[in-house]
Antibody
Framework: QITLKESGPTLVKPTETLTLTCTFSGFSLTTSGVGVGWIRQPPGKALEWLALIYWDDDNRYSPSLRSRLSITKDTSKNQVVLTMTNLDPVDTATYYC?????????????WGQGTLVTVSS | SSELTQDPAVSVALGQTVTITCQGDSLRGYYASWYQQKPGQAPLLVIYGKNNRPSGIPDRFSGSSSGNTASLTITGAQAEDEADYYCHSRDSSGNHPFGGGTKLTVL
């Protein structure tokens, strides 16, 4: 059974840095064809892809947020960490991590429950 | 371009068939995947690859693609299918955008 869970602060002040951790089980991020991504969803709005890290350490970032994002993995702890700098109230959203599978396509087949992050002074 | 475009809202009568579409240049080279999201819940994968359903997804959900358009079809829509639906794909640069979502109402 694959599970993912996001953790981190629920309230962040403007200009601060957000660090979110995705802790997963049921798969390994050393397995070929696997990745973990971060996706966010502002209240009442659409999903927005943020970043992705693959089993081979390759990573990708949303072009519009690339300068503010960093994604890393710790395979020994089964964790992926997303860092976002210079937070703004428009970054208020539910942040999800999800497993990306590359077998027969590119798809997020398992998702965490999400964590709501509010940016406010 | 990595943008994926969806109609904001679609409605279907109970038991009828509905198709939700997703347009984007990246779909000419990569399969779309489709996600169902109900209020307060995380997205759920319903279709991936050429036309594959994860375990537990009813066979009334199917996917297809032609040119720059991917489609999700629900044959015999049920009340529990009322939800937001998002498409997703990768592009040639390795980005993974989502469409803007389609709100499906079952009448």
């Amino acid at each position: 059974q694959i599970t993912l869970k996001e953790s981190g602060p629920t309230l962040v002040k403007p200009t601060e840095t957000l660090t979110l951790t995705c802790t997963f089980s049921g798969f390994s991020l050393t397995t070929s064809g696997v990745g973990v991504g971060w996706i966010r969803q502002p209240p009442g709005k659409a999903l927005e892809w943020l970043a992705l890290i693959y089993w081979d350490d390759d990573n990708r970032y949303s072009p519009s947020l690339r300068s503010r994002l960093s994604i890393t993995k710790d395979t020994s702890k089964n964790q992926v960490v997303l860092t976002m700098t210079n937070l703004d109230p428009v970054d208020t959203a539910t942040y999800y991590c999800a497993r990306l599978a590359l077998w027969g396509g590119n798809y997020f087949d398992s998702w965490g429950q999400g964590t709501l992050v509010t940016v406010s002074s | 371009s990595s943008e994926l475009t969806q109609d904001p809202a679609v409605s279907v009568a109970l038991g009828q068939t509905v198709t939700i579409t997703c347009q984007g240049d990246s779909l000419r080279g990569y399969y779309a995947s489709w996600y169902q999201q109900k209020p307060g819940q995380a997205p759920l994968l319903v279709i991936y690859g050429k036309n594959n359903r994860p375990s537990g997804i009813p066979d009334r959900f199917s996917g297809s693609s032609s040119g720059n358009t991917a489609s999700l079809t629900i044959t015999g829509a049920q009340a529990e299918d009322e939800a937001d639906y998002y498409c997703h794909s990768r592009d040639s640069s390795g980005n993974h955008p989502f469409g803007g979502g389609t709100k499906l109402t079952v009448l």
